[in-house]
DNA sequence: GTGAAAGCGCTAACAA
DNA sequence: TTGTTAGCGCTTTCAC
């Protein structure tokens, strides 16, 4: 029986002198990091075997100075957006050799701001940043500690940063031009409240895109959510009511957002009205979801998973030190379902 | 100015020595862990300020031989269920003074193994193991390592670990016990390919729980999936429209999940039916989406989220060295929302 | 109350 | 081709 030390963990140095060898033969045979004889790697090969030796990951990466992992924020995952480009980010990172560690903040001040602390400790060799932190402050904080960074779905406030966002004005515009012919020009907006870049462009990208096309704009055709609350879904219901309640009713609605369209798409069925018949609905986002509603729904993609994806290349970029960096847009297409239809 | 050491960062060792003190009265001062006098403390404190010294994560969990995270073993957290489910882990985790480490595995074996390999090399100080992994050896490979585990939303396989399941025959038996109140005794069930225990058991109860009402059981009734895809509404739909080619119809359907659900109520509408009038169908799970659905799903709720801390809780009780474990049967509950009726 | 020193498990520079 | 040595940044005895 080999003997060990304290701890039940083998260790390279077990290995070694169980191996006749010294310490850096056995990491120079894991890491193939100089050349060894056959026998040496024969017999330190074998002893690992017998000893069931596994190299302790925390302390080589502590020796490198590197924790070979990336930290992800996010407000919530429950959110499919969130998820999809959850799915974008893991599976490159996973590809390139780094872990990803979950910063699900849940919109949570606090939470951001210990998730922020666990950073600026060195958890994470750089970050990918999903949303607008509730809490400005700590950009800066991020920013001083000098961890390499990347901004997702938020467009570049500061030069400090690589980007990846969608074109959402281009998005707005393809909703627009396929309404547009089909036909419709009595077109209404619902937004979320437009609490991010994202969804300000949105909605200014729908007036003039509208304005462009000679298209009349009435007051109460923009619905536009303005506290602040969780569920998008409800929010799209409430905003479809009250949409609901004053006349001349449009004949096509672009909704902010998936999820929003969703809930408003509930408020016009519950109040008897059939889609697309009596009413288009367009989304924005190509969240999982609206393919499963019924009518399945007509909506401008965002390529979610790919932002995510790119977000961490940029970042890798960042990380192994390249010091320009880019910002990349990328294209919305749209995707036609069943809840858009020819006006009759 | 104070000298660094090769390295941007700045460490103890530089804070104790501006502060003429030793490291480890630094160390006593980030820790309380011994008294220290007034003007030390205050000494200390100001270099720190000055500096900008923040401790080092890593190297400290290092010394301490623990990583301060947890491993979450999901295949795709764009499956709501396993989103809701890792909110509950993520939250908990963090409550706790944990981090999260995403194990997203798609389904795949060399996805499964390349975390697996993490997991054995010390990444993380426990794992949340939650489905069943496809690679059965892999099960061996994570016991041999000694690396504590709970399972959640599998059934305990074998004595070696805590788990966290919801009692899935009272669930199916709670879906029943509403249809046949409602007046339904022709009712079908519809599942997805029963590759882990949990589904088994569903379609399991769905039997007994028919024969003991002395309601009749149709061939044609029971219709479930053979080959394992991955959208779980696709097999939802193909399932939906299996049911509708025999006479005699159910009245009424039970889901083995609710995106089953959600596939087959599209395919029913799609064929003109009117649920619930027509026909009630039951889901199973209450994801997210089973609201925003229209009309919306009753089903059968799953804790998700609350599995997801439990499973957490006991994973810290085995890290913090406890022996005895056990086994949770958490309660399932039913949803009433629109999508079953009274039989006319 | 505080300092000196050992060492967590590994990599890498320097020798030989 | 292989061994020796010095740390990575921290915690924690053991002294005084």
Known sequence: MEKRKRSGRVTMRDVA?????????????????????????????????????RPHLVARNFKKQRTASLGLFVPDITNLFYAELSRGVAD??????????????????DLERSFVRLVEQGQVDGVVVAYSLIEDSLWNVLFECGIPLVLVDIYPFTERYPSVVM??????????????????NKIAYLGEP????????????????????????????????????????EIG????????????????????????AIGAMKAFLNAGMRIPEDLSVIGFDDILLASYFHPSLTTIRQPKYHMGEVGVEFLLRLI?????????????????????????
Not at 34 to 51: F, H, M, N, Q, Y
Not at 212 to 221: E, F, N, S
Not at 237 to 260: E, H, M, Q, Y
Request: some cysteine; aromatic content about 6%; hydrophobic content about 35%.
């Open 320 to 344: 192994e030190g390249e010091t320009t960096f880019q910002h990349a847009l990328l294209e919305p297409c749209l995707v036609e379902r069943n809840s858009c239809q020819h006006i009759l």
């Open 167 to 184: 074109d959402n004005e281009k998005g707005i515009d393809l909703a627009l031009d396929y309404l547009h012919r089909l036909g419709h």
């Open 17 to 53: 002198r169980e191996a006749r060898v010294s310490q850096s033969t056995v990491s120079r045979f894991l890491n193939h990091t100089a050349p060894l004889s056959a026998e040496t790697k024969e017999r330190i090969r074998e002893v690992i075997k017998k000893l069931n030796y």
């Open 194 to 233: 437009p609490y991010v870049l994202t969804l300000v462009k949105r909605q200014r990208a729908f007036l003039t895109g509208m304005q462009r096309r000679g298209l009349t704009i009435r007051d109460h055709w923009i619905v536009v959510e303005e506290k602040t609350q969780l569920n998008r879904v």
């Open 237 to 260: 219901f409430s905003l479809g009511k009250r949409l609901l309640k004053k006349s001349p009713l449009p004949t096509a609605v672009v909704a902010s957002s998936d999820l929003v």
């Open 92 to 109: 490159m990172a996973q590809k390139r050799g780094y872990s990803v560690i979950l910063y699900a903040t849940s919109y949570n001040r």
